[in-house]
């Protein structure tokens, strides 16, 4: 696309003046790494993220971002982490499709007792109880 005010690309355009926006991170297990990325290009063309949102692998990828971990950082988190841990079952859990145990010793090894109030920008998650 070309843009006639400015005579540039669109996006061209878009990356000489810094764009707020709000980023929304959906789920994907271990795919979910990508988002990463995404972050990473989307700062790197100049965009500020103003707040952000996830679901599942979106949602911790969202909240390491909110407190501050930069792209890279997040990247060497799971980069150093046999993920496939992360799902573990508890013993005595019950039945379930995927076990979360791993990734609460996860998350209490990033975030700590930290809450949303230790955020450094606006970050909404999203979750279902399913009993």
């Not at 971990?69 to 988190?77: A, R, T």
Request: aromatic share 10%; hydrophobic share 40%; charged share 20%.
């Amino acid at each position: 696309m070309f843009c006639k005010e400015a005579g540039l690309p669109f996006a061209a355009r878009w990356t000489k003046n810094k764009m707020n926006i709000t980023l929304a991170l959906g789920g994907g297990g271990a795919k979910g790494n990508s988002h990463i990325g995404v972050i990473r290009r989307l700062t790197q063309e100049g965009f500020h993220i103003k707040a952000i949102a996830g679901t599942s692998f979106g949602g911790l990828v969202a909240v390491f971002y909110s407190l501050g971990y930069s792209p890279d950082e997040i990247e060497e988190m799971f980069a150093s982490r046999d993920q496939t841990q992360l799902y573990t079952q508890p013993p005595n859990d019950g039945s379930s499709f995927l076990g979360l145990a791993g990734t609460m010793v996860f998350l209490e090894e990033v975030i700590g007792n930290r809450t949303f109030d230790d955020l450094k920008l606006p970050c909404v998650l999203t979750a279902a109880a399913s009993r």
